[in-house]
């Protein structure tokens, strides 16, 4: 019992030792501070947003005018090899430009070189699209050159994604185009090994037929039964004398065999007779 009491008293004297402190409410101030913190942040949210918004902007309008320049400026233009050439061209000499900013070496191309005006000065719209993409005619040495100018490496960042995109357009069209003439041709080799298979099968239908009739001839022909020659037909001799039939007739006489008086008949049967001889 006494035990029992120290321990209450224990605990009582614990308690009022360390009180229990109800939560507090968080104050004015840092309140405050952190609706101003999440405004902040809303804030630079908004801005960054805005700016991305801003930034697309500029580049969708210098995007249009590269697409443009391209359809229908280029590929409407000249023939469809000759463009896809000209806008490969376009590509490597912008991608040499990004790839090596600092080198001024790749900043410029010569238009009298063979393969630059087959492929950029002679077509319409490829020359145009290259003073796009920062190019400025100059003359070095007496040397007419197209020369990059740096403070377009943005436009020609831009133009060359533009060309990539209808290279890519381009290429697909092309193979679709040859997976369609692919179908159609083999849908003619389809066609004509069809008819030559039905020519042939009519050729062996016709062959076995003709083999089945000639045996059947010949199997006929095996079974017809030989005739014998015809009977050589005899004429009846004739009695001499005279008489009387059953009816009562009178048949009149007839001059005995060999009497002088021949007749026709009798020559013929004579003939008969030196025959059978």
Do not use: W
């Not at 321990?7 to 360390?18: Q, S």
């Not at 191309?109 to 000065?121: A, G, S």
Request: proline share 7%; hydrophobic share 30%; aromatic share 6%.
């Amino acid at each position: 019992m006494d035990t029992t009491e120290d321990n209450t008293n224990a605990t009582i004297a614990v308690t009022a030792t360390n009180p229990v402190t109800p939560p507090t409410a968080p104050s004015a101030t840092s309140l405050a501070d952190a609706i101003e913190r999440r405004l902040h942040q809303q804030r630079e949210e908004s801005t960054a947003h805005s700016s991305r918004y801003s930034a697309f902007d500029q580049d969708h309008e210098k995007r249009q005018e590269f697409r443009r320049l391209i359809e229908p400026g280029i590929l409407r233009r000249n023939p469809k090899h000759i463009t896809t050439e000209a806008l490969r061209i376009l590509v490597k000499l912008s991608d040499n430009i990004i790839e090596h900013p600092d080198d001024t070496k790749y900043y410029k191309f010569k238009p009298t070189n063979e393969k630059i005006k087959t492929y950029l000065v002679d077509p319409k719209g490829t020359l145009e699209y290259a003073v796009a993409l920062g190019f400025r005619p100059e003359v070095e040495n007496f040397q007419p050159f197209y020369v990059f100018q740096k403070r377009f490496l943005n436009d020609l960042k831009i133009g060359n994604a533009i060309i990539r995109e209808m290279l890519e357009i381009e290429d697909a069209k092309q193979l679709q185009q040859e997976k369609a003439r692919a179908e159609e041709k083999a849908a003619r080799e389809a066609v004509k090994d069809k008819v030559k298979q039905a020519f042939m099968d009519d050729r062996k239908s016709t062959a076995s037929r003709l083999e089945r009739e000639a045996i059947a001839r010949e199997a006929k022909g095996s079974l017809k039964p030989t005739s014998p020659p015809p009977a050589r037909a005899t004429r009846a001799a004739r009695i001499p004398g005279s008489g009387q039939t059953l009816t009562g007739e009178v048949v009149p006489e007839t001059p005995p065999p060999h009497s002088g008086h021949h007749t026709a008949d009798d020559e013929d049967a004579e003939e008969d007779d030196e025959d059978e001889e």
